[in-house]
């Protein structure tokens, strides 16, 4: 197993890191977070075998680094999301594997995700604007189709971890 670790990134407010990941060429991968002020490591992200998609994680003022063990091949990208980037209701997804969709609702809503190809546990969860978990959505196992309501108002962030293609549709009630 190999590792790396990323130039120091500077975190100038409360908010999430959003990571973009591909991992290639199979293998256990793992990311720690860590705080080069303090020396604590956070995992943000363990996978097995190819991957590609996005993940958020919390984060404080303050300058990190990544340090990631890999098998063969992987990218890397923490993302800055842009007002271009807020998705607003309603609104219809297409997407694989995880994701990380970050939405300004104004009124309740109805969230329904349609995958035909999904394994695993699959689960959709809602974070606030600094990238803190408020609520697990969704949590299935498997192909199919499932929707909830959501009440949460305002801006926050969507995490879709499904395991293959699917379509999220989100209609205001």
Do not use: H
């Amino acid at each position: 197993m190999a590792q790396d670790t990323t130039e120091p990134i500077s975190i100038d407010e409360e908010s999430p890191l959003i990571l973009e990941f591909t991992n290639t060429g199979g293998g256990n991968v793992t990311v720690d977070l860590i705080d080069l002020d303090t020396g604590e490591e956070t995992l943000v992200f363990n996978a097995v075998g190819d991957f590609a998609g996005r993940t958020i994680t919390p984060v404080s003022p303050g300058e990190y680094v990544l340090n990631v063990d890999y098998g063969e091949s992987y990218t890397l990208e923490p993302l800055q999301m842009e007002e271009k980037d807020v998705r607003e209701l309603p609104v219809e997804i297409e997407g694989c594997d995880w994701d990380v969709i970050p939405l300004d609702a104004e009124e309740p809503y109805r969230l329904n995700i349609d995958s035909e190809e999904a394994r695993g546990n699959c689960t959709i969860s809602l974070y606030d604007q600094s990238g803190q978990k408020e609520d697990l959505l969704i949590n299935v196992v498997g192909s199919g189709q499932y929707a909830t309501t959501v009440t949460k108002l305002g801006f926050g962030f969507l995490f879709v971890k499904f395991n293959g293609e699917w379509t999220l549709d989100l209609q205001s009630l």
